[in-house]
C-alpha cells in the first residue's frame, strides 16, 4: 500500500495504538505497519481542517465588522437553512447543524485530491458509505423521536383513513415490505453515487494527466470542482428530503 506523507505521520504517531485496539476487538489488519489506511488518513485530515476553520470563525465573530471567514460561514449556514426550511419544513432549524457540518465535510473530502500529495476519500467506496449509513440512521431516529414507534411505523404501511376494512388489512402487507426495501435502498443510493462520480473523476484526471501532463488536465480539475459541488448539494438535499419524510405526520 503506497502511503500519502500525512498518512506516514499517523501510522508514525497512532499505529501502535490502532494495532493494539484492532487486536483488542479481534480484527487483523490488512497492513500491520500500516494500519491506518489512506482514505481515514484524509478524512482525520478534514475533520481537523474543519474543527480549525470553526474555531477560526468562532474566535472572529463580531457583529459591526464581519471578516471573510464569518461572511463564508453565513452564507454557507443560510443557504442550507433555507433548503432545510423548504423541504423540511417545521421545525427545520434543529437540522440545519447536521446538514451544514455533512455538507462541509463531503465538500472537503471531494475537494481534497486537488492539493499535491493528497486524495479524496469520498472516492474510496467506504467513506461515502459511512455517510450515508449516518444520514439512515439520524433521519430513522428523528422520525421516532418526532412521532413514537406507533406513528412512525404508519409511514410503512400507507394510508389508512377511510379505506375499507380489507384493504386496511392487505395493504400494510404489500406496502410494507416495499417500504422497508426502498429505505435500504437509499443506503446504496447516497454512497454508490458520490463514490462513483468521485472516484470517476479522480480517474478521468490522472489518466489525461499522465497522457498530456500540461494545460488539459486543468480543464478536468475545473470540472472536479464542478461535480464535486453538484455531488455535495445532492447529499444534502436528500437527506434534507429524508428528513422532511420522516418528520410528517401521517394521518
Known amino acids: 500500500m503506497e502511503q500519502l506523507t500525512f498518512t506516514k505521520f499517523l501510522n508514525h504517531l497512532l499505529g501502535p495504538a490502532v494495532n493494539a485496539l484492532l487486536q483488542a476487538l479481534h480484527i487483523q489488519p490488512a497492513h500491520p505497519a500500516a494500519p491506518i489506511p489512506n482514505s481515514v488518513a484524509m478524512e482525520v485530515l478534514v475533520v481537523l481542517l474543519l474543527t480549525a476553520f470553526f474555531i477560526a470563525v468562532r474566535l ?3 457583529v459591526e465588522n464581519p471578516g471573510g471567514l464569518q461572511l463564508t460561514m453565513e452564507g454557507i449556514h443560510g443557504f442550507i437553512s433555507n433548503l432545510a426550511d423548504e423541504i423540511i419544513g417545521h421545525n427545520s432549524s434543529k437540522f440545519v447543524p447536521y446538514l451544514t457540518v455533512l455538507g462541509m465535510f463531503i465538500l472537503t473530502c471531494n475537494l481534497l485530491s486537488l492539493v499535491p500529495g493528497l486524495e479524496s476519500p469520498t472516492a ?3 467513506v461515502p458509505l459511512g455517510a450515508a449509513l449516518l444520514t439512515w440512521f ?4 428523528a422520525g421516532l423521536r418526532e412521532n413514537g414507534v406507533g406513528g412512525y411505523l ?3 404501511i400507507g394510508p389508512q383513513e377511510g379505506m375499507p376494512l380489507a384493504v386496511r388489512i392487505i395493504l400494510p402487507i404489500l406496502i410494507f415490505p416495499i417500504e422497508v426495501f426502498s429505505h435500504l435502498a437509499r443506503i446504496l443510493s447516497l454512497s454508490v453515487r458520490l463514490f462513483a462520480n468521485m472516484f470517476a473523476g479522480e480517474m478521468v484526471t490522472l489518466v489525461f ?12 480539475e475545473g470540472l472536479h470542482v464542478g461535480v464535486s459541488l453538484i455531488q455535495t448539494y445532492i447529499f444534502v438535499l436528500l437527506p434534507a428530503v429524508y428528513l422532511g419524510e ?5 394521518h
Do not use: C, N
Open 60 to 62: 472572529r465573530l463580531s
Open 124 to 126: 474510496v467506496e467506504t
Open 138 to 141: 439520524y433521519y430513522h431516529f
Open 154 to 156: 404508519k409511514h410503512f
Open 209 to 220: 494527466f499522465s497522457l498530456v501532463p500540461i494545460g488539459i488536465p486543468i480543464i478536468f
Open 246 to 250: 420522516a418528520m410528517a405526520h401521517e
